[in-house]
């Protein structure tokens, strides 16, 4: 049953850390806000995540090599890279975009916008993190190593290392020694690493809880288990949307669905080219306190994150649809790959099926950039998602951009590159 209508400055239709952060920033600027979610908050891919803040992550997926690389992995489903084969258009036009998007025109144009976007995220981080109005969620800007052992794998971090130094960002390449040096007590099979000091990390769950908390005490509503079923339109203006329970009208809308937003979008006639893929992550409470400082090992494309609960292992890129089931081959593919840089990370076997082992949908866009802006075919409505594997690292800044396009202020970050039409 349908409860009465609701009146509200601005609906946001996402719950992740994405739609919660652009709550917070227009929360913070006087507006009344309501967040409608079809599951709880931070379902999605925002909870179980590897929680990296990455200045380091300026490199768009779609680069040269990659169409390369990606062959050889595409049809395995052991590698990093898995795409399901499937008869599904979106999926075979969104790879046609992606491949045309992967040379070094695309690189050069989106690396500074990643850069710029990081950057000014992290030192909303910082921000967050100093507030005594936003509870704990375990920011820390410890840096972060990337773990190599063979000779692809340290060719890859070369690269990086050269490109950074470009757009002065630091970054340092380090033998197998000075890699042991700043993670002691820890076995390594490594032939080195690179060391990228201005990375963070945080608890994705905890930071959840912490925007919850703090959103309701600004006076934030929010409708969990709601799905959006429809949108109520005048010409070029949304009036409201209904779930299976209630309505809700506002002056202007946000979309902030990740992986879901397509599938929302669509029932505005608008086709958006974002693709799910799929994540996973797995958590080892007994390797608790062994390591200060997270980890990508690079030959395996394995994050490694140390939280207050234990270390989290999280990887792959499974694109299998809207599909959140789990797939043991990926996940074992994780499991294997962390004892081959560091034998004492030995993960029981036995986790391979839920709760044991978390999986999450990224939002992943042809180009590599995030789309944030107007959408053009309604003038209330903005749209937010299509961050890949760096919602969490993206959150903040896209939250204040959101604000900004809504309350019609200065943008923080140039958005021109981001907006939905350029594909």
């Not at 995540?49 to 380091?56: F, M, T």
């Not at 992290?122 to 005594?132: K, Q």
């Not at 340290?154 to 033998?175: K, N, R, V, Y």
């Not at 669509?266 to 893929?277: F, R, S, T, Y």
Request: charged letters at 20%.
């Amino acid at each position: 049953m349908r409860g009465s209508e609701q009146d509200f400055d601005v609906v946001v239709v996402g719950g992740g850390v994405i739609g919660l952060c652009s709550a917070y920033y227009l929360q913070q600027q006087g507006r009344s806000v309501a967040v409608v979610d079809k599951a709880d908050l931070g379902s999605g891919s925002s909870s179980g995540n590897a929680g990296l803040v990455v200045p380091s992550h300026f490199v768009p997926m779609a680069a040269p090599g990659v169409i390369r690389q990606g062959l050889g992995w595409m049809l395995n489903p052991d590698s990093p890279f898995y795409i399901k084969p499937r008869a599904d258009l979106d999926l075979i036009q969104w790879l046609w975009k992606f491949a045309k998007a992967s040379n070094q025109k695309n690189v050069e144009r989106c690396v500074p916008i990643l850069l710029d976007l990081h950057l000014k995220s992290l030192a909303l981080y910082e921000e967050l993190h100093e507030a005594e109005a936003v509870s704990s969620f375990g920011f820390e800007q410890n840096g972060l190593l990337m773990l190599y052992r063979t000779e692809a794998g340290e060719e890859e971090c070369q690269e990086l290392t050269e490109m950074s130094h470009a757009i002065d960002l630091p970054a340092e390449m380090l033998t197998p020694e000075q890699v042991s040096a700043r993670i002691p007590n820890l076995e390594l099979t490594i032939r080195g690493g690179t060391w990228l000091p201005k990375d963070a990390h945080l608890n994705p769950a905890a930071l959840i809880l912490s925007l919850r908390e703090r959103l309701t005490n600004l006076g934030t509503t929010f409708f969990t288990h709601q799905e959006v079923k429809e949108f109520k339109t005048e010409g070029g203006h949304i009036r409201e949307i209904e779930t299976h329970y209630t309505s809700l009208s506002a002056k202007e809308f946000v979309l902030a669905s990740g992986a879901w937003s397509p599938g929302i979008t669509k029932q505005l006639g608008l086709n958006v080219p974002i693709q799910a893929a799929k994540g996973y992550s797995l958590m080892a409470p007994d390797l608790k306190g062994k390591l200060n400082l997270p980890l990508i090992l690079t030959d395996s494309k394995v994050a490694v994150t140390p939280l207050a609960e234990g270390v989290r292992f999280a990887g792959t890129l499974e694109m299998a649809g809207i599909d959140t089931s789990i797939n043991p081959r990926r996940v074992r593919a994780i499991q294997n790959a962390a004892p081959q840089f560091i034998p004492s990370f030995r993960l029981a076997e036995e986790k391979l099926t839920k709760p044991e082992v978390w999986a999450g949908l990224r939002p992943l866009t042809p180009d590599g950039l995030p789309i944030i802006g107007r959408v053009p075919r309604f003038e209330n409505l903005a749209l937010a998602a299509g961050h890949g594997m760096m919602g969490v690292s993206l959150a903040p800044i896209t939250g204040k951009l959101v604000s900004e396009i809504i309350l019609g202020a200065a943008p923080s970050a140039a958005t021109a590159d981001l907006a939905v039409n350029r594909f």
